[in-house]
């Protein structure tokens, strides 16, 4: 199974989204995925329409022991779903005070019938989100293409190095998701180019556009196939999954992914372009 969090201390930048629609495009090639709400705000708990049930079955009630991962997990669609509830914030606390950052970890133990485990994470990198990437293998990173896209990536990247080391956790990053790119916007253009200097081959091919469609789809409770199978939205999400799929065996053998789709991408000719440059 792939365990991936969803991590960017950076809000608003596209990874409930991400978690949400990835996971959809995963379960559409024949995966069977869990997504897990692990921020108190329950975005992903909302975007799918599952509030209603959250103060009876949520992350909250496994964190604490009250309930079995068989009674929280919700069956919604083709996704099985955790929801988060609000007392989440307060578990946040007790949790920080005591220093318990392998809780999820330990709570999940005996997880197996899926092929990914997708975790949404709140927009900091405490107690909860270490729990997150204690519990997983991999990190996928969305940036959202805009001004200041890398701000916090270095912190990002040192509470990893921290992890690995004192933890003896395999986690990395393992993949960039650059959300709600225009290609007809230079600075959209200009913050590609500065992720695939610093992060080189880990940014998907894929991009996520800017769609309007994927922000209606949380609205009515849906994910992007949900409302619009057809729409660019849920093309690009397709796109991006297939290349995370493909990427299986590679990550399966613990190698380096190279087998990201699509021949001469946007990202290449950037590359070509900055090797030319130096
Ligand atoms: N590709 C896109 N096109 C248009 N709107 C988008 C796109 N991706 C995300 N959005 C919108 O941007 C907003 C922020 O997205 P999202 O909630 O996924 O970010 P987040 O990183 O999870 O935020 P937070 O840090 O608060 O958890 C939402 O209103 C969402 O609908
Ligand atoms: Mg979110």
Redesign the pocket.
């Known amino acids: 199974m792939r365990k991936i969090c969803f991590v960017?201390p950076?809000?608003?930048?596209?990874?409930?989204?991400?978690v949400v629609n990835t996971g959809a495009a995963l379960s559409r090639l024949g995966r069977r995925v869990l997504l897990i709400d692990l921020?108190p705000?329950q975005?992903l708990t909302y975007s799918l329409g599952l509030e209603g049930l959250e103060l009876k079955k949520s992350i909250y009630h496994l964190l604490k022991g009250e309930l079995s991962f068989e009674e929280v997990v919700l069956h919604r669609g083709e996704l099985d779903v955790i929801a988060s509830s609000a007392n989440l914030e307060e578990l946040e606390m007790k949790l920080a005070y005591i220093k318990k950052d392998d809780l999820l970890k330990n709570s999940l133990k005996y997880l197996s019938g899926y092929d990914y485990l997708l975790i949404?994470c709140?927009?900091n990198l405490n107690i909860l989100t270490i729990n997150a990437m204690l519990t997983a293998n991999e990190i996928f990173v969305?940036i959202q293409t805009e001004f200041l896209a890398l701000q916090g990536m270095g912190r990002l990247l040192k509470v990893v190095r921290e992890l690995k080391k004192n933890r003896n956790t395999l986690l990395k990053v393992s993949g960039i998701i650059a959300?709600?790119y225009d290609e007809r916007k230079r600075l959209n253009n200009d913050v590609i180019k500065t992720i695939v200097e610093y992060f080189d081959d880990k940014l998907f091919k894929t991009f996520?556009?800017?769609?309007?469609d994927?922000?209606v789809a949380?609205s009515n409770k849906q994910t992007i196939f949900e409302l619009k199978s057809r729409s660019r939205?849920a093309k690009d999400y397709l796109s991006l999954a297939e290349e995370i799929v493909l990427s299986e065996n590679a990550e399966n053998m613990g190698q380096k992914e190279e087998n990201r789709s699509r021949p001469e991408s946007f990202v290449e000719l950037i590359k070509k372009d900055l090797k030319r440059k130096n």
């Open positions: 960017n950076k809000g608003g930048v596209g990874k409930t989204t991400s921020d705000q975005h949404d709140p927009p969305p959300t709600r996520i556009h800017e769609h309007i994927i922000a949380p939205g």
